[in-house]
Nanobody, 124 residues
């Protein structure tokens, strides 16, 4: 059974940084792309960033480009999301997910397993 467990969320002031982690088990981690999505209160879940299995390709939503960095350590079965220059608009529950696809990773339907989410709150 595939499991994803996010960690690293919390409360941070605007302009600060956080690093989210997502630990995976139950699947050959390096064979799958990983993505981060987020959902703010009253809004739909939206794409944040994705990375292919080898780590060779990364993708970002325009709203986080230049501020967030996705990376992975296949030896540790973990994907990371480093978030810098955080803004109050980044406040959301952040979810990681796994996908067998290497393209179209901005679409949530490409992902088959999701974590439980971790709350990120950015104060102004």
């Amino acid at each position: 059974q595939v499991q994803l467990v996010e960690s690293g969320g919390g409360l941070v002031q605007a302009g600060g940084s956080l690093r989210l982690s997502c630990a995976a088990s139950g699947r050959t981690f390096s064979s799958y792309s990983m993505g981060w999505f987020r959902q703010a209160p009253g809004k739909e879940r939206g794409f944040v960033a994705a990375i292919t299995g080898s780590g060779g390709s990364t993708y970002y939503a325009d709203s986080v480009k230049g501020r967030f960095t996705i990376s992975r350590d296949n030896a540790k079965n973990t994907v990371y999301l480093l978030m810098n220059s955080l803004k109050p608009d980044d406040t959301a529950v952040y979810y990681c997910a796994t996908s067998a696809w290497e393209w179209g990773l901005g679409q949530s339907r490409r992902y088959d397993v999701w974590g439980q989410g971790t709350q990120v709150t950015v104060s102004s």
